[in-house]
């Protein structure tokens, strides 16, 4: 596993869409479970979304359910988290993650791997 960069990050008026990315460097992606988290400010960081390493498995947190859709190219090195209907409650710093041993292990919030992050900010 390389590092993790994710993109896509800005700003966005509410009930707009924004498109995140992270991009492996390494040569192993396929082999972890990819997920998202945020991190609002004073706020502790939470799980957002995971998709499993083949991608047929995904899980998302209440918050985002509907509204949130994670995937991943495996051939690309790449997740993404396509963000729509976007609230200011959204607003935070949004990092992906990678895990080996699966996507439940990576919910509860110690994966192996982290990006460094990208801010998100939704406008009123």
């Known amino acids: 596993q390389g590092q993790l960069s994710e993109s896509g990050g800005g700003l966005v008026q509410a009930g707009g869409s924004l498109r995140l990315s992270c991009a492996d460097s390494?040569?192993?992606?396929?082999?972890?479970?990819m997920g998202w988290f945020r991190q609002a400010p004073g706020k502790e960081r939470e799980f957002v979304a995971v998709?499993?390493?083949?991608?047929?498995?995904?899980y998302y947190q209440d918050f985002v359910k509907g509204r949130f859709t994670i995937s991943r190219d495996n051939a690309k090195n790449t997740v993404y988290l396509q963000m729509n209907s976007l609230k200011p409650e959204d607003t935070a710093v949004y990092y992906c993650a990678a895990d080996h041993i699966s996507g439940q292990h990576l919910r509860g919030g110690a994966p192996d791997y982290w990006g460094q992050g990208t801010q998100v900010t939704v406008s009123s």
């Open positions: 390494g040569r192993t992606f396929s082999s972890y479970a």
């Open positions: 998709i499993s390493r083949t991608g047929s498995i995904t």
